[in-house]
């Protein structure tokens, strides 16, 4: 019982307290990628935790059913727990009944987690087919939807949606940049991050690290896609691209210092995120999992691109990002070994 309680103590406190250490970490988005591995791997310690101190728990249980009480009432009140206490019939039937509900609630939730990514896989299929069917295809895997909107996004398992609306303001070489964006969500497996993030954060709403997660993994997804259509496509072409989708006004092809004062100074309201109208896919509602260009925090990327951070930066948000990165698996391994042998 001891090494339940230690495991889910640990559990606890990175779901708690490590996202607000996390958010400041990878407040710049600098070294996207690995800030977005670090968030999942944050994620996965805590499940890992999680069933560790429930299999404690239920081994606990059947091992020692008969000195369970006795083990659960010593680890916590130590020499103050008597026989009088831990033979209370009462007090064994309640810590059965705590094991079974334990074990009950996380199957549970992990069968709602399971139901949530299902629907979403389908949702997301049947949104892909209605627009390789409706849609003009402008390439193999790049599909053409006749509405005014101004959107441009991938969907699994390799096909990048653009309206007309977004081809009517974007120049060759924004429209470049804007399907490299896509392309490198879809080489990333974006979608599948967002899918599970999104799936946590929605079975577990009360636990900070997946409420604020899914958020910071769905914006760092943005920033390395960004990162790779800048590499691509050119830095310049990205933001005149980001400006154009999100403003619908078409920015003149390499009019980048024009625009490079006001972006600072764009309201939040005037970058939408962007939805397709109903009379595009008329059946079908854009799912969540849908990647667009300039679908989330398009302001801060495009400030971001603007001022990329020097080398100097650049190592010691990376080293910090790896330090992270390696001591919480650490961490959650030395827990374990310890709680193991308590």
């Known amino acids: 019982m001891t090494a339940a309680l230690i495991v889910l103590l640990y559990s606890v406190t990175v779901a708690w307290c490590v996202p607000s250490a996390l958010s400041r970490l990878t407040a710049s988005g600098t070294g996207a990628r690995l800030g977005v591995a670090v968030w999942l791997t ?13 299999f404690f728990l239920i081994r606990a249980a059947v091992d020692g059913w008969t000195r369970l009480a006795e083990v659960v009432c010593r680890s916590v009140a130590g020499g103050a727990c008597t026989p009088v206490v831990y033979r209370n019939a009462l007090f064994e039937l309640g810590l059965g009944i705590v094991a079974v509900l334990a074990a009950y609630a996380a199957a549970m939730l992990a069968l709602r987690c399971g ?4 629907a979403a896989r389908q949702r997301t299929r049947s949104h892909a087919e209605a627009a390789f069917l409706t849609g003009r295809h402008l390439g193999p895997s790049t599909v053409v939807l006749d509405v005014p909107q101004r959107a441009s996004y991938c969907l699994p398992p390799g096909i990048i949606v653009v309206t007309s609306g977004a081809l009517g303001i974007l120049a060759p070489a924004q429209l470049d940049a804007v399907l490299a964006h896509e392309r490198a969500h879809l080489a990333g497996r974006h979608h599948l991050l967002l899918a599970i993030s999104r799936g946590l954060a ?11 997660g899914q958020a910071e993994v769905a914006r760092l997804a943005e920033m390395a896609a960004d ?11 990205l933001i005149e691209a980001l400006v154009a989708m999100g403003t619908g006004t078409a920015v003149p092809v390499s009019a980048l210092p024009a625009v490079a004062l006001p972006v600072s100074a764009l309201p939040v309201s005037a970058l939408p995120a962007v939805a397709l109208p109903a009379v595009a896919l008329p059946a079908v509602a854009l799912p969540a999992a849908a990647l667009g260009a300039a679908s989330y925090a398009v302001t801060a990327r495009v400030q971001r691109l603007l001022e990329p951070a020097d080398r100097g930066s650049l190592v010691r948000y990376r080293a910090g990002l790896m330090a992270a990165l390696v001591a919480l698996p650490a961490m ?5 070994t310890l709680a193991a042998s308590a």
């Open 227 to 237: 990162d790779t259509a800048a590499r691509r496509a050119g830095r310049r072409p």
């Open 42 to 54: 944050a994620m996965a310690s805590v499940l890992f935790s999680g069933g560790v101190s429930l």
């Open 202 to 212: 929605a079975t577990f709403p009360a636990v900070p690290l997946f409420t604020r």
């Open 332 to 336: 959650t391994a030395l827990v374990y």
């Open 115 to 118: 139901r949530r990514l299902q």
